[in-house]
């Protein structure tokens, strides 16, 4: 069973930090990734990693203020996230893929459950 266990997400001022986390298991994976989606909005890429390698996406939107690690050990992914805005407040999801493909195409294979990140003007 592949479970994707995000945590990390709450309320934050603009300007300020937050860091998710992406605890995976069950299997290995050749890329995880990390969407958001707003209400009345599509669910929207933001950042890949793959698990091996150093080869990194990141969608313009969110080019210089997040950043995606990797601890290999410990099977778990992170989002940093800094100089946060009111536009980031999203449900934000952790997303696994089996085979490589391109870091930026949006198909994923599993998904976590999401987690809410809420940030006040």
């Known amino acids: 069973q592949v479970d994707l266990v995000e945590s990390g997400g709450g309320l934050v001022q603009a300007g300020g930090s937050l860091t998710l986390s992406c605890a995976a298991s069950g299997r290995t994976f050749s890329t995880m990734g990390w969407f958001r989606q707003a209400p009345g909005k599509e669910r929207d890429l933001l950042t890949a990693i793959r698990w091996s390698g150093s080869s990194t996406y990141y969608a313009d939107s969110v080019k210089g203020r997040f950043t995606i690690s990797r601890d290999n050990a410990k099977n778990t992914v992170y989002l940093q996230m800094n100089s946060l805005k009111p536009e980031d407040t999203a449900v934000y999801y952790c997303?696994?893929?089996?085979?490589?493909?391109?870091?930026?195409?949006?198909?994923?294979?599993?998904w976590g459950q999401g987690t809410q990140v809420t940030v006040s003007s």
């Open positions: 997303a696994a893929k089996k085979r490589l493909a391109v870091l930026k195409a949006h198909t994923y294979d599993y």
